[in-house]
């Protein structure tokens, strides 16, 4: 079990492939080289707003907003306390953040097995490519050594330079990004006294789980076993796990091998939870 609390956790900006300034506090990273690969973070838009052209990705991401309001696409828009999984392979966007947007957001290899390039060497990459051409609007923009120009998404060109590959997408499993609504499902219990949950979705073979669940104060969740690596994000609330107090914005990872343990809730405590695909 690894935890980690955003509040004394390290943290970077974006780089410039995008617009804008967005500030992520990094809570948790996986195995890099490891086909679900993971970042979970917390960002915070900056001054002035940040954006990105309409783009897609090879890997999976969840997100769920925290405060104020994230436009997806123009017509997609997420209020505060929404969920939504962004399928790999399927585009979203335009978008435009506004400043003082907070979410939660976990990258993460999806079923395809593509894997997930690490924050440190996208940003790495990045480095390097500003100085063979110029980001603009989320655009990377180079000319060759025939003199002929091109255009490519600014994430796009930080996974090949990173890697050395060409980007693949494979075939979309869904066709548009998934938005729930956590307030319109009812709690259920689960046999802990004091614990219930929200199950919001299961998502392609690989089992890819969404949930919420609430532990009561003064209640104990104890995490279980399990054959799936899962990643849960305390958005309020304060446990104490074998001596430790943490508090809200605090990330846990829960590995197939570690054993169960008591997270006792101090005040009413609510995880969001993400198991990871199973290969």
């Not at 997930?116 to 180079?142: C, H, M, Q, V």
């Not at 600014?154 to 066709?175: I, M, N, W």
């Not at 219930?196 to 979705?201: I, R, V, W």
């Not at 990643?231 to 197939?256: H, Q």
Request: charged share 20%; aromatic share 10%.
């Amino acid at each position: 079990m690894r935890i980690s609390e955003a509040a004394t956790s390290e943290g970077g900006d974006v780089g410039s492939m995008r617009v804008g300034k967005l500030s992520q506090k990094f809570l948790l990273q996986g195995e890099n080289g490891s086909p679900n690969n993971y970042l979970l973070n917390v960002g915070l838009t900056g001054s002035g707003g940040w954006g990105t052209p309409r783009h897609r990705h090879n890997f999976d991401q969840i997100r769920y907003v925290l405060k104020g309001k994230y436009p997806a696409s123009p017509h997609k828009i997420m209020g505060e306390g929404s969920v939504a999984y962004f399928p790999e392979s399927v585009h979203y966007g335009p978008q435009d953040r506004p400043e003082g947007l907070e979410m939660m957001v976990i990258q993460f290899g999806g079923a395809s097995g593509s894997g997930f390039l690490s924050t440190p060497d996208r940003e790495a990459a990045n480095k390097r490519l500003e100085a063979k051409g110029t980001f603009k609007d989320g655009i990377f923009t180079w000319i060759d050594n025939k003199g002929q120009k091109h255009n490519m998404d600014g994430s796009a060109a930080c996974f090949e330079e990173a890697t050395g590959q060409k980007l693949v997408f494979h075939p979309a499993r869904y066709d548009d990004v998934v938005m729930m609504d956590p307030a319109a499902y009812e709690w259920a219990p689960t046999g802990m006294p004091g614990v219930s949950t929200k199950l919001l979705g299961v998502f392609t073979e690989r089992n890819i789980q969404i949930r919420f669940f609430k532990v009561d104060a003064g209640a104990t969740m104890n995490t279980g076993t399990r054959d799936q690596l899962e990643v849960l994000f305390m958005a309020t609330g304060s446990v104490t796990v074998e001596g430790t107090t943490y508090r809200e914005k605090t990330g846990i990872e829960l590995l197939p091998s570690d054993k169960p343990t008591d997270i006792k809730a101090n005040a009413e405590s609510i995880f969001f939870s993400v198991t990871l695909p199973k290969f």
